[in-house]
């Protein structure tokens, strides 16, 4: 009798438990890549690790001084790297729940979001419309989760339209715009994080092969890096 008690006891808790940010908020077909990567953090080397763990800190002080921690994720072009670290990090951030992150994406030029960039994030599971399609340089609207409002993906500088101006963390993702931007104004730490351009398999039959591993990649970091806020 005592243990059918119990068992009735944890089942109500359980019933009565709201669902956690993974079980609620992100959309499901992202979850089965999303479970794959966040098994495979003992595939990011150590330094990179060490990387991503300052600006988790960064994070967590900004979060602890009820502050709101803002990332700009900057590559050359912003058409592919930063684009797939912006939107994997703020999915990340969604799925560990921690609250007040906000990421951004740009250039140190503006071009677009690359189309091979939009059709990866489509395969990983992101639910994208492009909203301006007679535009060079389109707004995509990316929905990583079923309450928040979707992502506007477009190219630009990174100090342009709805990026933040300072009080910023700057994660340089491509080596080019590591060397050309030493100085980002009004970020209050640059962390260089550099990613191969998928760029390099445009046009051959490995093109869809490398963004996807580009894509799994940048996910896998985004999320180990939001895993240690909360570590």
Sequence with gaps: MKSLN?????LSTIIAA????RESDVLPQLKPLIDQVTKEFDQIPAERQKALKKVALFIRTKVQAKEEPQLTFICTHNSRRSHLSQIWAQTAASYYDVLGVKTFSGGTEA?????????????AGFDITNSTPD???PVYLVKYSLAAEPLRAFSKVYSGEGNPKSNFAALMTCDN???NCPNVEGSILRVPIPF???KVSD?????????DERCRQIAREMFFLMKQVNS
């Design 18 to 21: 709201p669902l956690s940010a």
């Design 196 to 198: 191969v351009d998928p």
């Design 6 to 10: 119990y068992m009735l006891i944890v």
């Design 203 to 211: 046009g051959t039959d490995k093109e869809t092969a490398t963004y």
């Design 177 to 179: 715009a590591d060397k």
């Design 111 to 123: 071009t677009a979001c690359n189309e091979r960039t939009v059709a990866a994030l489509k395969r």
């Design 135 to 137: 535009q060079k340089n």
